[in-house]
């Protein structure tokens, strides 16, 4: 029996349940939904479908064990941290292999999102110094100013698929080491990855109801964002979804960040490296199968012999990349290895957007439909699809599609390569390969993204910085993750103080 088979026979399917209190507990539904592995269809987990009723239970633990977090000492608050980076340290393997195992992502794309998640956790570490508040000597005669970062509350996270545990933990991290208490709704289709992790949260020392977790729907979503309770909520989603979010957010003066959709584009200037390039590119836009937030899924090349050449040379490549279970022993020591799209009903959009860009008109140059992996036919597989002949305002340009589809345009200079750019609804990152500093200048001041790239195909910040998009990429004014991420979870108090000297 090969590795593959003995890690599919040897796990059971695994009932999960929430973590309440310092506890598990099952939901009080007693409604579960399967959990497919994307690359086999085999069930691999039952996940509770909770109530309101679970959710609240878990808003309300995390209400009470704030009264006496917030007052512990930052320092003690750290301490639980710093063992849980050891923690994720040590069973990054482990953890990577579920993930792959539920999400489909290559092995190589686990451990790189285990170490942005543990990387979080480190600078999360920091909040001794990243709390810190600014003090005014002298601001009037006597009068001293001072402004101080208190904790605010309970805070809600709704986590997505695709990158089920780095997500959660732009926010969970810093919203413990900052004083607040948190519910995480972990994603229904990619929930074992969390719970693992909360298995090792459970072993750092919390007190019992400063970190919950429930799995389940909308239900958990809409009660996290109905409490009164709750002080603020973060989600990566959709942007029709972000926008929801956002309206009730508002609507019941909750702070909120939800970081919505994306179409993130590579220009590439007539003096680009092309043989770095292309293979910069394809790793950009065919990671995770297309399925993240920074994945490139339009390429604008700047004049005409620019044009023709990506166009044969990206197509070329794109063909050589190797597709199947991220799992099958084979693949293990490849770093490029594309998996499949999260479920059939992804898959079955993504089809359709091949079938409308065939419709408008654009040349399907590499096809990606009707592929079948041997061994995995109940599989969610689309090949890598490459588009040319691609004009602004195309529906396969318009919309984010989070699938291996790439769409290939012509610009005839940089100007018009920034307006195709700038023309798009979203702006969460964008990139230039270029060698000439006066282009790569010009771009980073006036593409409209909250993520740029010169020579990098995905521009994503590490845990130090701010992530975070513009437009319809970002719903929210505080970024994720990184030091920015300390104004969300804090409440600016600005005090004003004089003391008159005692009379003698």
């Known amino acids: 029996m090969s590795i593959q088979e003995l890690e599919r026979t040897a796990t059971k399917v695994r009932t999960l349940k929430n973590y309440v209190n310092g506890k598990w507990v099952d939901c009080t539904t007693g409604q ?19 109530s309101a009723e679970d959710t609240n239970k878990a808003i309300e633990a995390a209400a009470v064990a704030f009264k006496g977090w917030s007052m512990t000492p930052v320092e003690r608050r750290v301490e639980p941290l710093f063992k849980l980076v050891a923690l994720l340290r040590d069973n990054e393997e482990k953890i990577s292999r579920l993930l792959t195992r539920e999400m489909g992502k290559s092995l190589a794309d686990a451990g790189a999102e285990m170490k942005r998640t543990y990387e979080n956790v480190q600078v999360a570490c920091s909040m001794p110094i990243l709390q810190q ?13 001072e402004v101080i970062k208190q904790p605010v509350g309970v805070f809600g996270m709704i986590a997505p698929f695709n990158f089920p545990a780095m997500v959660p933990f732009w926010f969970i991290p810093y919203a413990i080491a900052t004083g607040n208490t948190y519910v995480v709704k972990a994603s229904k289709q990619v929930p074992c990855t969390l719970n693992l992790i909360t298995e090792y949260i459970d072993q750092i020392g919390l007190p019992p109801g400063v970190f919950n977790l429930v799995n389940g729907d909308r239900v958990v979503a809409d009660a996290l964002m109905d409490s009164p309770i709750v002080k603020g909520v973060s989600l990566v989603g959709s942007t029709p979804t972000c926008r929801v979010v956002a309206e009730r957010c508002a609507q019941t003066n909750k702070r909120f960040q939800a970081m919505g959709g994306a179409k993130n584009h590579l220009v590439v200037m007539p003096d680009a490296k092309l043989d770095e390039v292309v293979r910069n590119m394809v790793t950009s836009c065919y990671g995770c199968a297309g399925q993240r937030c920074m994945a490139s899924s339009a390429i604008v090349a700047v004049g005409d012999k620019t044009y023709d050449e990506v166009c044969r040379r990206f197509v070329e490549d794109s063909q050589k990349v190797l597709v ?23 898959r079955e959009f993504i089809l359709k957007m091949i079938d409308q860009g065939v419709k408008e008109g654009a040349t399907l140059a590499l096809d990606g439909r009707g592929l079948v992996v041997k061994g995995c036919e109940k599989g ?62 010009e771009f980073k001041l006036r593409a409209t993204a909250g993520m740029i790239g010169i020579n990098v195909g995905i521009p994503a910040p590490v845990a130090y910085l701010p992530f975070g998009g513009l437009k319809n990429s970002q719903f929210a004014d505080i970024k994720a993750q990184g030091k920015a991420i300390v104004d969300f979870f804090t409440d600016k108090r600005i005090v004003t103080e004089r003391y008159w000297p005692e009379k003698g």
């Open 380 to 441: 969610h597989f689309v090949g890598p699809t490459v588009f040319t002949d691609v004009k602004p305002g195309m529906e396969v340009h318009k919309t984010e599609i989070f699938g291996p589809v790439v769409v290939i345009l012509k610009a005839k200079d940089l100007d018009e390569a920034l307006e195709i750019v700038n023309g798009h609804e979203y702006g969460n990152g964008h990139s230039i390969y270029t060698q000439n500093g006066y282009w790569a200048r």
């Open 32 to 50: 579960y939904i399967d959990v497919e592995n994307p690359s086999t269809g085999e069930v691999i987990a039952r996940s509770p479908m909770s």
């Open 133 to 145: 508040g600014d003090k005014l000597v002298g601001a009037s005669w006597g009068i001293d100013g």
């Open 324 to 346: 199947g279970d991220p799992l099958d022993p084979k693949f293990e020591g490849e770093q490029m290895v594309m998996g499949p799209v999260i479920s059939a009903k992804a």
